[in-house]
């Protein structure tokens, strides 16, 4: 049911898993836009004690408690029926919100209204910049992908340069791209509307790539817009349960491919699943080699 609050154009929508400290801060940095947008933070297995201190703090945020964690596309499609908003700006909870980003956005989605999600700039806490927009995955992204071994080695090789297009953008020069992250964008919603959401069937991650595909197959335009947007810390959340997030990761980038495949493809779903199973094996030995590194 949406909201009886008076009506914004723009929805800010912050999805949190027991991320108290980090959701203070991006609350913080989202004050003086307060009274101009409406914030909307889904928050999932909500401690009551720090739901009441934030609601002291920011009474200009509306805080919706969720029992249980039902996962960020289902927080983020809870979010989105209390308002109707013209616009809606998912941001991270670990996140600081540049000043002005939500109404320069829409200003921007205003002039442009064949454009269904931008993405801002979205930079580290050492003020590199993240690799926030990208193409869909294909067979090169295992080895050249944002955080594979290639790209970390040889960053400025021709296949990473073609899954991370933002890395060939001048500043404030838009793009259009494939998909951006959902740490950071704004959806028309009309756009969200007609696609039905967030698919819900990704618990945690992958769901930005599936939107955005699903939006070019609709008709709408996806653009990396490298204004400045958030300084995104990362992990907050997935912290908190590792080996979750880590399942959670590969479950979906196997829905990812199985979804958007061609027939053929198809033909390979039991060597993508068995690749997906083995990385993430080596993640978790990864993981628990460095949890005992740290602990000597």
Aim: charged share 20%; proline share 7%; net charge positive.
């Amino acid at each position: 049911m949406v909201s009886s609050e008076p009506l914004h154009r723009v929805a800010v929508l912050i999805i949190t898993y027991r991320t108290y400290p980090e959701l203070r801060r991006c609350l913080a940095s989202l004050a003086a836009d307060g009274a101009a947008v409406d914030v909307i933070v889904v928050d999932h297995e909500s401690d009551p004690a720090e739901v009441a201190a934030i609601r002291r703090e920011c009474p200009w945020a509306r805080i919706l408690v969720e029992p249980a964690n039902a996962g960020f596309a289902a927080g983020v499609n809870r979010g989105a029926r209390e308002t109707a908003a013209e616009y809606l700006l998912l941001v991270n909870p670990d996140s600081f919100v540049e000043p002005e980003l939500p109404a320069r956005l829409a200003a921007w989605m205003d002039a442009h209204p064949e454009v269904g999600i931008v993405g801002p700039s979205i930079s580290n806490p050492d003020g590199s910049t993240q690799a926030s927009a990208r193409r869909f995955p294909d067979f090169t992204t295992a080895i050249a992908g944002r955080s594979a071994w290639l790209t970390r080695v040889l960053p400025g090789n021709p296949l990473t340069r073609h899954n991370l297009p933002y890395a060939r953008t001048a500043p404030g020069e838009p793009i259009e791209v494939d998909w951006v992250s959902g740490a950071c964008m704004m959806i028309r919603r009309g756009t969200f509307d007609q696609l039905g959401g967030i698919d819900e069937g990704f618990f945690l991650y992958w769901e930005d790539a599936d939107f955005c595909r699903r939006a070019k197959q609709a008709g709408w335009r996806t653009v990396y817009l490298p204004v400045p947007g958030t300084v995104h810390i990362g992990g907050a959340s997935s912290r908190h349960a590792s080996d979750a997030a880590l399942q959670a990761f590969h479950d979906s980038a196997y829905r990812l491919f199985v979804k958007h495949t061609t027939p053929v493809g198809r033909f390979f779903a039991p060597l993508v699943r068995g690749a997906l199973r083995a990385r993430l094996a080596l993640m978790r030995r990864l993981v628990r080699a460095q949890v005992r590194r740290s602990h000597e």
